[in-house]
């Protein structure tokens, strides 16, 4: 004997999950640029430090699309964990558009200690 499961019915396994990957990429496109600018900044103008802050927006696509595959093993949608993702992949654009702005700032700092230096260095030679 066998026994029909109706597809849909009962809890959403995958809800919490869709939740979380909702929350965490609303976080990482509402913060990980100021997370990734003080980084930046903090561990001296590191591109390394700074690509840290792509750990958010990460992290929200792996749990929105856990939490969706477990809805959907379940016959459930997971509008919160489609959202997530999409929010996420957009938080990574907008991300990489902020790392390539700090890289820049990073060589434009460079190339003005250099050139301090050089003013500095004139200045101690005409004394």
Do not use: R
Not at 34 to 55: C, T, Y
């Amino acid at each position: 004997m066998s026994e029909e499961v109706n597809a849909g019915s009962g809890e959403n396994p995958g809800k919490m999950k869709g939740i979380m990957g909702f929350v965490i990429s609303l976080v990482a496109i509402l913060l990980g640029g100021s997370i990734m600018g003080w980084l930046f900044v903090a561990a001296g103008f590191s591109k390394g430090a700074a690509a840290i802050g792509f750990l958010f927006p990460i992290a929200g696509i792996v749990i929105s699309v856990m939490g969706m595959k477990e809805s959907k093993a379940a016959g459930h949608k997971n509008g919160l964990g489609l959202t997530g993702m999409i929010i996420s992949i957009v938080a990574i654009v907008w991300l990489l558009m902020v790392f390539a702005g700090l890289s820049l700032l990073a060589g434009a700092a460079g190339n003005m200690q250099e050139g301090i230096d050089a003013l500095n260095q004139l200045n101690e030679m005409s004394h």
